[in-house]
Structure formats: C-alpha cells, structure tokens
C-alpha cells in the first residue's frame, strides 16, 4: 500500500446506501481547506478549533445546496492524529458521489481500505494489535466475536506486554553494560536477578500464549445447542437436523442425557446438541439433566431457543447468541417470536439449516483469525528466546550469547505490538479492510 500521510484522504465512512445520514470523513493537513471549499455557513471556520458548524454544500450539477453538518476535529487529537473533518450529508447515494467526486477534484485522494486506522497506527494512536481489532469489531459474526474485538481494542493483548517490554529493555541495557566489564568480572546485574527477571517473562507470555489458544475459535466446530422447555419437540428438530435417533415422545422430561451428532452443512462441520427441558427437578436424575443441559448451553456458540409457535417464547437463559425458534407451526400460527418451524410438515428447516450454516461459516472464519495466529507465532518466538535465555543463565553461558536472546525477544514483542513492522505486513493487515475506516 503505497500512502503518503502528507495527502488528505476522502471517503465515505458511514454504510453504502440509503439512510438518514451519510458521513464524509476526511483526514490530513488540507482536510478543513478542502471541506470548507464546498461548504458554506453564517459563521466562517475556525482551523484549530474543535467544533460543529451547521450550513450547507453545493456541488456541481445539484443547483440547490444542501443543508449539512461540518465537524471539524483539530490534530492531534483525532482518530488519525490528523486534522480531520466530518461532512454528515442525507444519505442520498449520488449525492455522496457527487460531494466525494467534488472533494477529489479540488485535491483530495480517495482514502484506500483501512486507510483512516493505518493513519492511526502510524500516528501512534493504535498499537498494531488494537488497529486489527478495529476490524475485528466492524466484521464480528456474533456476540462473542464481538466481546472479543473489543477486548482486543481496548488493549487487553498488548497492555500487560508493554510491562514486559520495558523490563526486557532494562536488563538488556544492564547486560550491555556489563559486556563492557567482562574481563574485569563486574556484572551489573545478578544472575539470580536474571533468572527472575525471565522467569517473569516466561510466566507472562506463557499465560498470553494460553489466553490466544483459548480465542481462536477456529479450531473447534460451531456449536449450535437445542434448548428451552419440556415437549416442545426439541429432540424431534435434532432429529430432523441430523437424521439422528434421539427419542421423542408426548411425555415431557424424554431427553434425561444430552447428545451430540456433528452435521457438515454445505461443506461446514458443526456439532448440534440436543438438550433436557428446562423444568423444576424433583429427582437426582432430572437434576443432573437439568445441570448437564445448562453447561451444554454455556459453551454454545449458538441456542436454538424453542417454544411451540403461539406461546410466549422463554427468557434466553446465557450471554450466548440465541435463534429463537417456533416449534409445531403446523399446529397453531406463529407469530414473529421466532422462525416457524415444524418436523411434521417440515416447514423451516431449509430456512433454518441455511441459517445455521451462514453462521458456522463466518465462526469457521472469524475476523481476529489472522491477528490472533500473527500474535501466536510472535508469542511462540518470544517464549522461544526467553527460554534459550534462562538456560544460558542456569549454566552459566557468556553473557554476550544471552543479550542476543533478550534481544530476540524484545524484536518478536516489537514486531507483535507493531513498534517494529514492514510495508508488506501493513498491506496484509490493511487492504483487509473496508474502504471509509
Ligand atoms: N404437531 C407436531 N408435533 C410435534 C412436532 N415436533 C414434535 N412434536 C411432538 O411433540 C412431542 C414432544 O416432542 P419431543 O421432540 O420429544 O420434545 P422435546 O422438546 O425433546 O421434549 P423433552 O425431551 O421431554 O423436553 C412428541 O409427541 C412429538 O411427536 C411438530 O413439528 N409438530
Ligand atoms: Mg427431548
């Protein structure tokens, strides 16, 4: 991605569309010139001030001109460490088109995908994780891809990193010291201290290495669970789904156990679980239903929520994302509370496998995916090193061998955080995104 900060960039950074507004962003030193260029209100602009301005633009071919809300956000501080101006127009299509194609003929440069948070990258405004968040939060498939991003954003990976960073530099620069004054036998640094030091390092980055298996989502199939009360034909709706052999009868309390099938649905693996109805226990058995029932639900990554079309649908028992589903359609008139369904007639099952399978999809490629496997392979080198260093250590290598080692580490925290970064691994991160963010 070749970018020169020194343009100012233009896009639309609000939905392509139709809509109640529409927001023009621009980012760069002409980005208040260029906006006012088109723009006209009673009170004339102030640079440097941070203010909203109301009046209107007229473009050419339109001969009226059109009521709009200037923003103006003066650098630094902005999301780009740039000057940065908001145009929030009607979110009219060719008038965005005409107000964009305005902007770039008076000087702009269309903004590229991801453009505004590269800025903020190199503004030091995102670390190189938190950048790959924001992508992470605009693409989420779901609440806990979503929880996640956001997580992320906030600089869960990387803050308990920048400690361990500063402590990696600080004994380097101990060592270093010490390198000086080898033969003469000084050491500025204890090697027990050493030895805590990176055992320290070790501990930290052995719980991140954990914390990011844990978030990769990828590796188990999506897990859809069949939940809600008794009788409701749960298990005959696994059964449709699977083609399994789940028992189903009139009698409320069937399914005791829970089962699992795994169902490939247009080329996706994902696991459907089959549940006990929710209902008071009065026996052990039906407690250890009802207990096995709820954990099934907890590492759902989906909850069919059924209740009979007609009924008050029941309150979503977790934080997991749930689909709420009609059962028995065929038997009274759903309302909206849901997607009809019924296994006698077999209305809504396509609709609800085509359902189930958009989703495991989008699990099968979440949006964190490549930033979490980058941030795994920088943690493995790190580790890596760190563990070379204590060995060192422990029998009592040079101390110009162990500096090689810390600084090993301290390139793969670098290169994690993006404090040290190529133009091809920005390309990569960047052109993933979408154009206007
Ligand atoms: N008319 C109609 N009956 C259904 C449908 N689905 C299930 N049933 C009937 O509803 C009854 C209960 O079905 P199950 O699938 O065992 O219900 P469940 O929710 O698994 O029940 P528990 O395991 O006891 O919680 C059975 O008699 C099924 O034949 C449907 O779509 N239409
Ligand atoms: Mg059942």
């Given at each position: 991605m070749q970018t020169d900060i020194a343009d100012t960039i233009v896009a639309l950074s609000?939905?392509?569309?139709?809509?109640?507004?529409?927001?023009?962003?621009l980012s760069g030193p002409e980005a208040l010139a260029l906006a006012g260029s088109v723009f006209t209100a009673p009170q004339a602009l102030q640079p440097g001030q941070r203010r909203a301005y109301e009046g209107a633009v007229s473009v050419p071919g339109i001969a009226a001109s059109l009521p709009t809300d200037l923003y103006?956000?003066?650098?630094?501080?902005?999301?780009?460490?740039?000057?940065?101006?908001?145009?929030?127009?009607?979110?009219?299509?060719?008038?965005?088109?005409?107000?964009?194609?305005?902007?770039?003929?008076?000087g702009a440069r269309a903004a590229l995908p991801g453009e505004f948070t590269?800025?903020?990258?190199?503004?030091?405004?995102?670390?190189?994780?938190?950048?790959?968040?924001?992508?992470?939060?605009?693409?989420?498939?779901?609440?806990?891809?979503?929880?996640?991003?956001?997580?992320?954003?906030?600089?869960?990976?990387?803050?308990?990193?920048?400690?361990?960073?500063?402590?990696?530099?600080?004994?380097?620069?101990?060592?270093?010291?010490?390198?000086?004054?080898?033969?003469?036998?000084?050491?500025?640094?204890?090697?027990?201290?050493?030895?805590?030091?990176?055992?320290?390092?070790?501990?930290?980055?052995?719980?991140?290495?954990?914390?990011?298996?844990?978030?990769?989502?990828?590796?188990?199939?999506?897990?859809?669970?069949?939940?809600?009360?008794?009788?409701?034909?749960?298990?005959?709706?696994?059964?449709?789904?699977?083609?399994?052999?789940?028992?189903?009868?009139?009698?409320?309390?069937?399914?005791?156990d829970y089962l699992v099938q795994r169902l490939d649905l247009d080329g996706t693996a994902l696991d459907?679980?089959?549940?006990?109805?929710?209902?008071s226990a009065d026996e052990t058995i039906e407690e250890q239903a009802q207990h096995l029932g709820r954990a099934a639900a907890e590492n759902a990554d989906l909850i069919l929520l059924c209740q009979v079309a007609g009924e008050l649908p029941p309150a979503p028992p977790t934080a997991q994302e749930v689909l709420p589903i009609a059962t028995k359609c065929d038997l009274a008139t759903p309302t909206d509370d849901g997607l009809a369904t019924s296994t006698h007639t077999g209305a809504g099952l396509d609709e609800l496998r085509s359902a189930l399978a958009i989703r495991a999809r989008a699990h099968a490629q979440p949006p964190l995916a490549p930033s979490l496997s980058r941030c795994r392979s920088h943690v493995a080198a790190c580790l890596e090193h760190l563990r070379r260093g204590h060995e060192m250590v422990l029998f009592e290598e040079p101390p110009e061998l162990l500096a090689v080692e810390v600084r090993g580490a301290l390139d793969q925290l670098g290169e994690l955080v993006g404090a040290v970064y190529t133009d091809d691994l920005l390309d990569r991160i960047f052109s993933r995104f979408c154009i206007g963010k």
């Open positions: 609000s939905a392509v569309g139709t809509g109640a507004r529409a927001i023009v962003r103006c956000f003066p650098a630094p501080r902005t999301y780009t460490g740039q000057e940065v101006v908001e145009l929030h127009v009607q979110a009219c299509p060719p008038l965005v088109e005409l107000l964009i194609a305005e902007l770039l003929r008076r590269l800025r903020a990258f190199l503004a030091g405004k995102l670390d190189l994780p938190r950048a790959e968040a924001v992508l992470g939060v605009i693409e989420a498939n779901g609440r806990q891809e979503l929880r996640q991003a956001l997580q992320q954003l906030a600089g869960g990976m990387t803050a308990p990193l920048v400690g361990l960073r500063d402590d990696l530099l600080n004994l380097l620069a101990d060592l270093e010291a010490g390198l000086d004054f080898t033969e003469e036998d000084i050491h500025f640094i204890a090697p027990e201290e050493l030895l805590k030091q990176l055992a320290k390092g070790l501990a930290q980055l052995t719980l991140l290495q954990k914390q990011l298996d844990q978030r990769s989502l990828s590796g188990r199939p999506f897990r859809v669970v069949i939940a809600g009360p008794p009788n409701v034909g749960k298990s005959s709706l696994f059964n449709a789904l699977t083609g399994g052999s789940a028992l189903v009868a009139p009698e409320q309390g069937t399914t005791r459907i679980v089959d549940t006990a109805g929710w209902q």
